[in-house]
């Protein structure tokens, strides 16, 4: 979540924590749930039907997995509704109360952090999630909690199609494939049904744009292919790197200037100071160093915090 909070931060400006979280649980103008790779997302509200319907498109019935029949699969899809009608649940009280109403083989799958039921139930709607009760997260309707539609899948999965080519185009289906995680084939095929996808031009960017970005940001998430994102520097940094390790520069928070990574980054917040530590992997001009100071400020005001910058 915090990743998450930092990536809108980087994009809106004068952007603070607060604002996020009244948006997600006051205004109800974002909602968190699983969609894309089946992975925690914050969407805006209103169009939270589109991505959840688009990764239908792609995904087998939920319930096969399961070794469930269709009816079976709806009957606990109709517990999960009754459950959480008019209320926030914990993830522990939805398990004991949907057991209570489907079987009790369902409360060890939807009390697992892993989502599971959980996760096939905000594919289709059912469930989103509501406002933290202290440090745990609580699962609300989503049809009560921000509305609901129904969208077709294959109509959703051809606009995100869409909207991908001209956020991080030129892009093909391979490119679609690696972001939105389907299998190479099911993108092709999805490429030739639609009509000619308007393809960006390449345009050359003036140097700058120094960005602290948080891990699993949608810029390095949508870059394809890595290798053009991330030079041999900061890759021998990676292998140094817990999660870099494992999950690549996808996990890593990320020094990025003029497009491209330059180094690596750590925060922790201790008190009302943020310690910003970043290990660049290569020369910094003046005004480089600037905007790198820019962005830590940046980073304090958004978490409310003085911001110490350390760079190596």
Same mark, same amino acid.
């Given at each position: 979540?915090? +990743?998450a909070e930092?990536?809108?931060?980087?994009?809106?400006?004068?952007?603070?924590?607060?604002?996020?979280?009244?948006?997600? =649980?006051?205004?109800?103008?974002?909602?968190?749930? =699983?969609?894309?790779?089946?992975?925690?997302?914050?969407h805006?509200a209103?169009?939270?039907?589109? =991505?959840?319907? +688009?990764?239908?498109?792609?995904?087998?019935?939920?319930?096969?997995?399961?070794?469930?029949?269709?009816?079976?699969?709806?009957k606990?899809?109709?517990?999960i509704?009754?459950?959480?009608?008019?209320r926030?649940l914990?993830?522990?009280?939805?398990?004991d109360?949907?057991?209570?109403?489907?079987?009790?083989?369902t409360r060890?799958?939807?009390?697992?952090? =892993?989502?599971?039921i959980?996760?096939?139930?905000?594919?289709?709607?059912?469930?989103?999630?509501?406002?933290?009760?202290?440090?745990?997260?609580?699962?609300?309707?989503?049809?009560?909690w921000?509305?609901?539609?129904? !969208?077709?899948?294959?109509?959703? #999965? +051809?606009?995100?199609?869409?909207?991908?080519?001209?956020?991080?185009?030129?892009?093909?289906?391979?490119?679609?494939?690696?972001?939105?995680?389907?299998?190479?084939?099911?993108?092709?095929?999805?490429?030739?049904?639609?009509?000619?996808i308007?393809?960006?031009?390449?345009?050359?960017?003036?140097?700058?744009?120094?960005? #602290?970005?948080?891990?699993?940001d949608?810029?390095?998430?949508?870059?394809?292919?890595?290798?053009?994102?991330v030079?041999d520097?900061?890759?021998?940094?990676?292998?140094r790197?817990?999660?870099?390790?494992y999950?690549?520069?996808?996990?890593?928070?990320?020094? !990025?200037?003029?497009?491209?990574?330059?180094?690596?980054?750590?925060?922790?917040?201790?008190?009302?100071?943020?310690e910003?530590?970043?290990?660049?992997?290569?020369? #910094?001009t003046?005004?480089?160093?600037?905007?790198?100071?820019?962005e830590?400020?940046?980073?304090?005001?958004?978490?409310?915090?003085e911001?110490?910058?350390?760079?190596s």
């Amino acid at each position: 979540m915090g +990743a998450a909070e930092l990536a809108l931060s980087a994009r809106v400006r004068g952007l603070t924590q607060e604002h996020v979280r009244e948006a997600l =649980w006051e205004e109800r103008t974002l909602a968190k749930t =699983w969609t894309i790779r089946g992975t925690l997302h914050l969407h805006p509200a209103d169009e939270l039907p589109l =991505w959840t319907a +688009a990764a239908r498109a792609v995904d087998p019935p939920w319930y096969e997995s399961y070794g469930l029949t269709a009816k079976q699969g709806e009957k606990v899809l109709d517990a999960i509704a009754d459950a959480l009608d008019g209320r926030a649940l914990l993830r522990e009280e939805l398990a004991d109360e949907v057991a209570r109403r489907a079987g009790a083989w369902t409360r060890e799958r939807i009390a697992s952090g =892993w989502g599971y039921i959980i996760g096939s139930a905000a594919a289709v709607g059912k469930l989103c999630h509501g406002p933290p009760r202290g440090n745990k997260v609580t699962f609300v309707r989503t049809d009560q909690w921000i509305g609901w539609k129904d !969208v077709d899948p294959q109509a959703a #999965l +051809a606009e995100v199609c869409r909207r991908f080519v001209a956020e991080y185009g030129p892009a093909g289906p391979k490119e679609f494939a690696g972001w939105f995680g389907i299998k190479p084939p099911a993108a092709r095929a999805l490429f030739e049904s639609l009509d000619e996808i308007e393809q960006p031009h390449l345009r050359k960017r003036p140097p700058g744009a120094v960005r #602290l970005l948080p891990e699993y940001d949608c810029y390095v998430m949508g870059f394809r292919e890595r290798e053009h994102l991330v030079p041999d520097a900061v890759r021998e940094r990676l292998r140094r790197h817990g999660k870099g390790q494992y999950e690549g520069i996808a996990g890593v928070p990320t020094l !990025v200037i003029d497009g491209v990574v330059a180094g690596i980054w750590r925060r922790a917040k201790r008190g009302k100071r943020v310690e910003i530590a970043v290990e660049r992997a290569r020369r #910094l001009t003046a005004q480089d160093r600037r905007e790198l100071e820019d962005e830590a400020e940046r980073i304090g005001r958004f978490l409310d915090a003085e911001p110490v910058l350390v760079s190596s």
